[in-house]
């Protein structure tokens, strides 16, 4: 993974928890005390890694740590320069969520190694949505849950998530989502 990935989970922990968390963390997790590069790759190794030093520490489940990263990543990705980018793949979350494969097809253009996950829409109606996940990384769901609900606020909607993992046609993560506007009843 890119470096840009490990600096947001350092900055999830500073911001949250401390520096002194943050050490505590990467030491357990038998990482240099160095910054992270954000155009680097890493093996994905360091970031689980990270996540599961983190979880121990904080006394939560991976799970957490990763739902909670997703949320952060949004904030994290606008402020580092790709807000325009994230403005405009969507005005709206279905449209969004249409547009997540063009997005990261954009991001390559800068990051040649990079290996991003592929999404699919299927089964919309004007208040839900089937979101399909394709990852090589095992694990991630949760931060995609993360992810989704922190669109939910960019777009000011309340969204209902159930997650499923599916063999067919090949294995892969299935998100149902349903939406509603903020403070509808």
Same mark, same amino acid.
């Given at each position: 993974? %890119? !470096?840009?990935?490990? +600096?947001?989970?350092? !900055?999830?922990?500073?911001? &949250?928890?401390?520096?002194?968390?943050?050490?505590?963390? &990467?030491?357990?997790?038998?990482?240099?005390?160095?910054?992270?590069?954000?155009?680097?790759? %890493?093996?994905?190794? @360091?970031?689980? =890694?990270?996540?599961?030093?983190? =979880? +121990?520490?904080?006394?939560?489940?991976?799970?957490?740590?990763? +739902?909670?990263?997703?949320? %952060?990543?949004?904030?994290? @990705?606008?402020?580092? !320069? %790709?807000?325009?980018?994230?403005?405009?793949?969507? #005005?709206?979350?279905?449209?969004? $969520? +249409?547009?997540?494969?063009?997005?990261? @097809? #954009? *991001?390559?253009?800068?990051?040649?190694?990079?290996?991003?996950?592929?999404?699919? *829409?299927?089964?919309?109606? =004007?208040?839900?949505?089937? $979101?399909?996940?394709?990852?090589?990384?095992?694990?991630?769901?949760?931060?995609?849950v993360g992810i989704l609900e922190a669109l939910g606020?960019?777009?000011?909607?309340?969204?209902?998530?159930?997650?499923? #993992?599916?063999? =067919?046609?090949?294995?892969?993560?299935?998100?149902? $989502?349903?939406?509603?506007?903020? !403070?509808?009843?």
């Amino acid at each position: 993974m %890119y !470096g840009m990935i490990n +600096k947001a989970v350092e !900055g999830l922990v500073r911001q &949250r928890f401390g520096d002194a968390m943050w050490h505590k963390i &990467r030491s357990g997790a038998n990482l240099p005390d160095e910054p992270f590069l954000s155009m680097e790759q %890493y093996p994905d190794e @360091t970031t689980y =890694a990270l996540v599961s030093t983190a =979880a +121990k520490e904080l006394g939560a489940n991976s799970e957490d740590i990763l +739902k909670e990263f997703g949320r %952060y990543w949004m904030t994290y @990705t606008a402020e580092l !320069g %790709y807000g325009e980018l994230l403005r405009s793949s969507g #005005r709206n979350l279905p449209e969004f $969520l +249409k547009n997540l494969d063009a997005l990261h @097809t #954009r *991001v390559q253009m800068s990051m040649n190694h990079l290996r991003p996950p592929s999404f699919a *829409v299927t089964d919309e109606t =004007a208040d839900s949505i089937v $979101l399909h996940y394709h990852t090589e990384r095992p694990s991630l769901a949760p931060l995609v849950v993360g992810i989704l609900e922190a669109l939910g606020e960019r777009f000011e909607v309340e969204i209902d998530i159930r997650h499923e #993992r599916t063999a =067919a046609p090949r294995p892969h993560d299935v998100f149902h $989502l349903r939406w509603r506007a903020r !403070g509808a009843a």
